[in-house]
């Protein structure tokens, strides 16, 4: 979804990110942080321990009140959300953080809260530099803690009481912000930032609490006490809504309210259209924060592990075993359904920020090609892959992967990781399922050839799109092109998956059009063998699956290959998805 805002008769209707499901309505509370003030100021020798009491009991503090919130959320959430916040004790207590601020406050003769700012704003700058997303959002986490403690060493008090009933609008909200607003029945969030990885968003599903992010300039446009109305299916915010405009929602609220609970029986289903053909329903994870979630809605295993998240708030790679102690926790949470392991999809500017000059590093140093050249760095993580393999149910996927050439070197270290466990009688999965994702044209083009020497493919649709047809979905002036019902991108991947089966080899899909439900049908036509999609929207795709036939998916995705234009297309397929399921909401 497109960020976008229209202004009618005083009304103003902004589009951003849908982050977590549902429609409400209510008043508007701006909630607008203290700016936190921090002048760098010399101290006196004498000073220090005056200074280092004051960081001291702002350390104090500020897991004291992380204690407390989780006391709160402990009465909302499950015991894996609450693990954000015990995260951030743990940061609090690591004496090397702690005793290396002391250290530079005694020889650099400098007050703490400039310290800190600074200790901390370094990883934070890092991390906010990134192309990932995740990378930016775990960005925002670091600043928390970092204006956590500053507050405290300035003893001010922290701001948690707001009115209650109303939808909470600011420029960005933290995990705690959202449990502690949590207490005061609020309806729902609109933020100016955010996006769908940030803990305060996965918070908020948790919380079923409606909510829009990356509407970059809402706090701007709204006055304290408006109307709003706040549809976090679509990603729309509506500021004073009119009659007409509110009894539009109210009914669409009453639509999906009510196609929601034709979902719930359906979430131990198996994915079988009515001609008995079952394809796989799995999902795309960051951390294990999200597992319940994906259990709860009947996932059927992890079709995309993000491994990368192993590398927040660090400052530098972790070792074997640290990795190791992260996937087998996965491994076995999940099981026994598989885990699909994507290895590091880091670019330059996630590891060596400092070195990194390129002008556009989504098409530079990133992906496969940084693992490859740098074989300590992948046989490391190859190695932890392979040692949590053990209960059978772990398999390897590859990123931006270009070429043949690439597959063949990173099986070689594979093959020799394998040989070296092997030697050492340390157990692992030596039938290891190894695979691909596909999201450079060049690698669509080579599928059945890739798809001879792998397991498995997966297409990962956000980076291809935005390949095929060269547009930055960020880029406000040509994201309109941005369709992921292009013909053209239909049309290859019809190719992929018609190579990828002639090699008799399963093909998924874990980029978001695989989440999308007016493309579920056209995909199962096609012959997708597994949707890999964020959590949320698992049962509504399960839906559309077990109410068509194979038969039928096959006619419309042969016809919608015909059609010339993205519109062409999305009508064909709306017209024909609310012929099979009438009821189903779809998009505005």
Not at 70 to 88: D, L, M, R, W, Y
Not at 133 to 154: G, P, S, W
């Amino acid at each position: 979804m497109m960020y976008s805002k229209t202004v009618k008769n005083g009304m103003i209707t902004i589009t951003g990110v849908p982050a977590s499901p549902g429609i409400v309505f209510g008043k508007s509370y701006c909630y607008l942080k203290k700016i936190i003030k921090v002048d760098k100021s010399s101290i006196l020798k004498n000073a220090i321990p005056q200074e280092v009491v004051r960081l001291e009991h702002a350390i104090e503090r500020s897991e004291y009140e992380l204690k407390k919130i989780i006391s709160f959320a402990a009465n909302q959430v499950g015991k894996t959300e609450i693990k954000i916040f015990e995260a951030q004790i743990l940061i609090l207590q690591d004496i090397i953080l702690l005793e290396g601020i002391k250290s530079r406050i005694k020889n650099e003769l400098t007050n703490a809260e400039a310290v800190v700012d600074s200790e901390f704003s370094k990883y934070q700058s890092i991390m906010l530099n990134a192309k990932d997303e995740y990378l930016r959002e775990r960005a925002h986490e670091v600043e928390d803690i970092k204006n956590r403690i500053i507050r405290n060493i300035q003893q001010e008090k922290l701001t948690s009481r707001i009115d209650k009933n109303v939808i909470v609008v600011s420029e960005a909200l933290t995990a705690g912000d959202t449990i502690l607003f949590s207490r005061n029945k609020i309806l729902g969030f609109a933020t100016d930032g955010g996006g769908i990885t940030s803990h305060s968003t996965l918070l908020a599903r948790s919380l079923q609490l409606p909510a829009v992010v990356g509407l970059k300039d809402i706090t701007k446009n709204i006055n304290h006490g408006d109307l709003l109305i706040v549809d976090g299916y679509d990603g729309i915010v509506i500021i004073r809504p009119n009659e007409e405009t509110i009894e539009k929602f109210n009914y669409e609220k009453t639509r999906h309210d009510n196609f929601e609970k034709k979902l719930i029986p359906l979430r131990d289903q198996p994915a079988t259209t009515l001609d008995n053909h079952t394809v796989s329903l799995t999902v795309n994870i960051e951390f294990m924060d999200e597992i319940p979630i994906m259990l709860k809605q009947g996932a059927q295993g992890i079709g995309l592990y993000r491994s990368e998240g192993v590398l927040i708030g660090r400052d530098s790679i972790p070792t074997e075993d640290e990795q190791f102690t992260e996937y087998e926790k996965l491994a076995s949470t999940v099981a026994p359904h598989r885990i699909v392991i994507r290895t590091f999809d880091i670019g330059g500017d996630k590891i060596f920020s400092e070195q990194n000059d390129e002008e556009n590093p989504s098409l530079g140093w990133r992906g496969i090609r940084i693992s490859l050249d740098m074989p300590e760095l992948f046989k490391t993580q190859l190695r932890a892959i392979l040692r949590a393999s053990t209960r059978n149910n772990v398999d390897i996927l590859f990123p931006m992967v270009s070429g043949f050439e690439e597959i063949i070197e990173a099986k070689k270290y594979l093959s020799e990781i394998k040989d070296e466990l092997q030697n050492k009688n340390i157990p692992f999965d030596k039938n290891i399922r190894v695979g691909s994702v596909i999201e450079i044209p060049s690698a669509a083009l080579l599928a059945g050839d890739l798809a001879r020497e792998l397991d498995f493919l997966s297409i990962g649709t956000n980076d291809l799109l935005q390949f095929v047809l060269a547009v930055d979905r960020n880029n406000e002036r040509v994201s309109k092109l941005f369709n992921r019902f292009n013909p053209g991108l239909l049309r290859l991947i019809s190719q992929i998956i018609t190579q990828t089966k002639s090699e008799n080899k399963k093909i998924a899909m874990c980029g978001e059009m695989a989440g999308d439900p007016l493309a579920t049908t056209l995909l199962i036509g096609l012959g997708l063998d597994e949707f890999s999609v964020i959590p949320d929207i698992l049962p509504e795709i399960k839906k559309i699956i077990r109410t068509i036939t194979l038969k039928d998916a096959k006619e419309i995705a042969k016809h919608a290959l015909t059609l010339s234009t993205s519109a062409e297309i999305q009508n064909y397929l709306q017209d024909e998805l609310q012929k099979i399921i009438p009821d189903i909401p779809l998009s505005h």
